[in-house]
């Protein structure tokens, strides 16, 4: 399949992620794991590097170092405010990572529910958006109801929503996208459902935000989740909350930190060398793109990297079923490509997937095996107990003959039965 007709070549980008220089075997790495993970271009690394250069020191000193730390933080909300579409800055907080930041946040927002109260996760989700949760319901006496998926296609079953909502529901926990199979939930819906019932919504969009345009305003949730790492900057958490939410909560924190958001919700010393690569990561992203503002020369470039996706995605969909044996899960329909991200989970007849991941490995093809955390969907899908599956990712720096290239692997172990 040519690519000259797409309005996006990887190459030059390529040339900026030194890791994608690899070689294994005399040949250049395959890197389809970026579900799991993204590599980080050159801008990003040096960003970081350079922080601790200049010479780092906590925040609230009254000296050089400390302003420029301060200076680092700033920079790295507007940055996020931009990707996100946050109303302002101060609705970004920052932390380990989405994991971390989630059973922190459930702590606190739980403190306002009561005995006999509701909530509702997916089993669509991450287990980081669902174990949280569970425990805190299960601390204050709340209900927990489940939102189920459709095994054919591994989608969200939003048509049951209407009937898990009641007055008694105080907070929808629901993925953008599955990190395992790659199905897109239809927030929009989500949220308005949820928003009449008077419930809360939190958006888990680790997986969703390298694929795809996110716009909190649009959406209307009232939180989102993402990690940095996800789209090639460093392991970084970030939370996005509805200033005034943010702000009436009550956050676990130590008693001399800040009563007020962000802050309130950002405990210890943050790794301030890591919110220089945030900063550099989405701007890396807007440079793909042209505006004249940050936040459109964004909109610009997911929609170039989404469009370039959707043709590794249509040529690996292609491709597949050629392969004997080889069997994806989730949305297959070529015409339904806008529903699903460029990530494909799949099993091949006669091995388990820790053997395909491993024989890929050797080929110096990247993938994951297993559950990759979304304990939910495999076990909804029978999977659990026999391995899970095979977890193919494409980001826009892969290329054609990358997706050809583990196409040609898997039909050549698939030859070996």
């Given at each position: 399949?040519?690519?000259?007709?797409?309005?996006?070549?990887?190459?030059?980008?390529?040339?900026?992620?030194?890791?994608?220089?690899?070689?294994?075997?005399?040949?250049?790495?395959?890197?389809?794991?970026?579900?799991?993970?993204?590599?980080?271009?050159?801008?990003?690394?040096?960003?970081?590097?350079?922080?601790?250069?200049?010479?780092?020191?906590?925040?609230?000193?009254?000296?050089?170092?400390?302003?420029?730390?301060?200076?680092?933080?700033?920079?790295?909300?507007?940055?996020?405010?931009?990707?996100?579409?946050?109303?302002?800055?101060?609705?970004?907080?920052?932390?380990?990572?989405?994991?971390?930041?989630?059973?922190?946040?459930?702590?606190?927002?739980?403190?306002?529910?009561?005995?006999?109260?509701?909530?509702?996760?997916?089993?669509?989700?991450?287990?980081?958006?669902?174990?949280?949760?569970?425990?805190?319901?299960?601390?204050?006496?709340?209900?927990?109801?489940?939102?189920?998926?459709?095994?054919?296609?591994?989608?969200?079953?939003?048509?049951?929503?209407?009937?898990?909502?009641?007055?008694?529901?105080?907070?929808?926990?629901?993925?953008?996208?599955?990190?395992?199979?790659?199905?897109?939930?239809?927030?929009?819906?989500?949220?308005?459902?949820?928003?009449?019932?008077?419930?809360?919504?939190?958006?888990?969009?680790?997986?969703?935000?390298?694929?795809?345009?996110?716009?909190?305003?649009?959406?209307?949730?009232?939180?989102?989740?993402?990690?940095?790492?996800?789209?090639?900057?460093?392991?970084?958490?970030?939370?996005?909350?509805?200033?005034?939410?943010?702000?009436?909560?009550?956050?676990y924190k130590v008693r001399p930190a800040s009563n007020h958001a962000p802050g309130k919700w950002e405990t210890g010393t943050q790794s301030f060398e890591s919110?220089?690569?945030?900063?550099?990561?989405?701007?890396?992203?807007?440079?793909?793109?042209?505006?004249?503002?940050?936040?459109?020369?964004?909109?610009?470039?997911?929609?170039?990297?989404?469009?370039?996706?959707?043709?590794?995605?249509?040529?690996?969909?292609?491709?597949?079923?050629?392969?004997?044996?080889?069997?994806?899960?989730?949305?297959?329909?070529?015409?339904?490509?806008?529903?699903?991200?460029?990530?494909?989970?799949?099993?091949?007849?006669?091995?388990?997937?820790?053997?395909?991941?491993?024989?890929?490995?050797?080929?110096?093809?990247f993938v994951w095996d297993g559950h990759y955390y979304a304990i939910a969907v495999m076990e909804r899908l029978g999977l659990l107990d026999k391995g899970g599956?095979?977890?193919?990712?494409?980001?826009?720096?892969?290329?054609?003959?990358?997706?050809?290239?583990?196409?040609?692997?898997?039909?050549?172990?698939?030859?070996?039965?």
């Amino acid at each position: 399949m040519s690519t000259q007709n797409i309005p996006f070549n990887p190459a030059p980008l390529r040339d900026q992620f030194p890791a994608l220089q690899l070689k294994v075997n005399g040949e250049t790495a395959v890197f389809l794991d970026g579900p799991g993970g993204t590599q980080s271009p050159q801008s990003v690394i040096d960003a970081m590097s350079g922080y601790l250069a200049y010479g780092s020191s906590n925040l609230g000193g009254p000296f050089r170092t400390s302003r420029h730390a301060g200076q680092v933080v700033q920079s790295a909300r507007e940055a996020m405010a931009d990707l996100l579409n946050a109303r302002r800055p101060e609705e970004i907080s920052f932390g380990q990572n989405m994991t971390s930041l989630t059973f922190s946040f459930s702590r606190a927002l739980a403190r306002t529910w009561q005995p006999g109260d509701e909530i509702i996760v997916t089993r669509l989700d991450h287990d980081a958006n669902i174990s949280p949760w569970l425990m805190a319901a299960a601390d204050r006496g709340v209900t927990v109801r489940w939102l189920d998926l459709e095994p054919s296609d591994a989608t969200m079953r939003l048509d049951q929503l209407p009937g898990l909502l009641n007055e008694k529901t105080r907070l929808l926990a629901i993925t953008a996208a599955s990190n395992a199979v790659g199905s897109i939930t239809d927030l929009k819906t989500a949220v308005s459902l949820a928003h009449t019932a008077g419930a809360l919504v939190y958006v888990d969009a680790v997986h969703y935000t390298p694929h795809g345009l996110v716009d909190v305003q649009a959406i209307d949730c009232d939180f989102l989740v993402c990690s940095v790492y996800k789209f090639f900057g460093p392991h970084t958490g970030v939370l996005y909350g509805k200033f005034d939410l943010m702000e009436s909560l009550t956050a676990y924190k130590v008693r001399p930190a800040s009563n007020h958001a962000p802050g309130k919700w950002e405990t210890g010393t943050q790794s301030f060398e890591s919110l220089a690569g945030v900063t550099a990561a989405v701007n890396y992203l807007a440079a793909i793109g042209q505006g004249k503002t940050r936040r459109e020369q964004l909109e610009h470039a997911m929609s170039l990297t989404n469009s370039y996706e959707m043709m590794l995605s249509r040529r690996f969909l292609a491709g597949a079923t050629a392969v004997p044996g080889l069997k994806i899960y989730g949305i297959t329909d070529i015409e339904r490509l806008a529903e699903r991200t460029p990530t494909f989970a799949v099993s091949l007849d006669g091995y388990t997937p820790a053997q395909v991941a491993a024989y890929l490995g050797e080929q110096g093809i990247f993938v994951w095996d297993g559950h990759y955390y979304a304990i939910a969907v495999m076990e909804r899908l029978g999977l659990l107990d026999k391995g899970g599956l095979v977890r193919i990712g494409f980001a826009h720096y892969n290329t054609a003959a990358e997706v050809d290239r583990v196409l040609a692997s898997l039909t050549d172990l698939a030859n070996k039965r």
